[in-house]
């Protein structure tokens, strides 16, 4: 789970825009991926969006949900300011994400497209989600006071309402059915 250390943008750009441990940062080299990439350019604005509105301004945190908004708008990817979402994020497609504000994510957490994350409105409690956690495309994990484990993998199409211990991978069954019309 995290361990509530604030992080800098540019240790999370190492992490989620750069993504090689013991590669020299470089301001350039973040600019660069983010203005290649729908995913880069997503996470480089919501991290910012992310540490203004961790603030005690009113207008820092009035410019993060300008900037939250318009990463909504054009990027169909909803994650709620206030989320608690730790270092090393990875978006896979950034498109048709949404995740509550209610969750609190550890360490390496890669999602991909089509994906909601979100509480059931009937608890305060988050969903705890560990480290080292891929949640596959079209997925969807509701309710409240879940807690997923470290190490977890979800297969695409994963319908989660329940907990998920660590080391695990989840998968959904699903079946077929073709028939014939006269």
Not at 25 to 34: E, T
Not at 137 to 150: R, Y
């Amino acid at each position: 789970m995290p361990d509530n250390k604030i992080y800098t943008l540019k240790e999370y750009y190492q992490a989620e825009i750069i993504r090689k441990q013991g590669k020299k940062f470089s301001w350039i080299k973040v600019l660069q991926r983010a203005s290649s990439s729908r995913r880069y350019n997503y996470l480089f604005w919501f991290r910012i969006a992310d540490i203004l509105y961790r603030s005690d301004s009113r207008l820092k945190k009035s410019l993060a949900r300008k900037i939250n908004k318009r990463l909504m708008n054009k990027y169909s990817v909803e994650i709620m300011l206030g989320a608690n979402i730790d270092i090393g994020l990875a978006i896979g497609h950034a498109c048709g994400i949404v995740v509550t504000k209610k969750v609190v994510i550890g360490k390496n957490f890669t999602i991909l497209q089509n994906t909601t994350i979100g509480d059931d409105g009937k608890s305060s409690l988050p969903i705890k989600i560990g480290d080292n956690v891929f949640i596959g495309a079209n997925s969807c994990i509701v309710g409240s006071d879940l807690s997923i484990g470290n190490n977890v993998t979800f297969g695409a199409m994963s319908f989660v309402n329940k907990d998920v211990p660590c080391d695990a991978t989840y998968i959904t069954r699903k079946e077929s059915l073709i028939t014939r019309t006269a």
